[in-house]
């Protein structure tokens, strides 16, 4: 048993790279419904902003992957003048996330600036690295401004690296912050399933059935779970 206490302990030592607590998750999903594309798209804009506008919401943002969360979305990399070391070294996990992502989560931006309103489909396309794989890939270097491609085929330094964010714990808290890629949802494909994210100035418990209320709100059709 003291053992097992000890073990309990050590993980809760571990730095998570986020702030659990006052936050709010709730999963949005749009299968079943007429939504794609920008309609999609548009409907994701709207509920971050009526979350947002809620009393004692300080910030609200929407990702594919929350921290600790089970999803995964690995993808193919490139790197100008950067050679991988095997097949598995060029392949990093992408979270697609919306504005205000890492002060809804409180993650900390170590360097550069985070994924704002502005990171919209006509505006230069950005991407926010993970610490680790700043290291990993840029050992010794400041990798704002650096280029890089994500997705298969890609090549030609199409995505400008403006941020370094803290390492983030996914899986669990045994497995090690993974190296991440943080790319604006307004500069992708819109996904089906979504999870929102608000954070509370107080009790989070007293703002979880307006959070699920403003799906609602906003398309009765749409599915919300796990808030």
Known sequence: AMLLLATLN?????????????????????????????????VHAQIRQRLQALPGVDHASLATNPPLGTNEDGKPIAIPGVAFASPDDGVLQVNTIGPDFFETFGVPILRGR??????????????????????????????????????????????????????????????????????PAQQREPERA??????????????????SGVVQAVNASLLTTDV
């Open 194 to 211: 979504m999870v929102f994210a608000v954070r509370t100035a107080g009790d989070p418990a007293l703002q979880a059935h307006a959070v």
């Open 10 to 42: 050590n993980l809760r030592a571990q730095p998570l790279g986020f702030i659990a607590d006052g936050v709010i998750t709730m999963r949005v999903d749009a299968d079943g419904t007429a939504f794609e594309g920008e309609r999609l798209a548009a």
């Open 114 to 183: 985070g994924i704002t309103a502005g990171d919209t489909a006509s505006a230069p396309q950005v991407v926010v690295v993970s610490e680790s794989m700043a290291r990993h890939y840029f050992p010794g270097v400041d990798p704002i401004g650096r280029r890089m491609d994500v997705g298969r085929g890609r090549t030609g330094g199409q995505i400008e690296i403006v941020g370094v964010a803290a390492d983030v714990r996914y899986k669990d808290l045994r497995t090690a912050a993974p190296r991440m890629l943080y790319i």
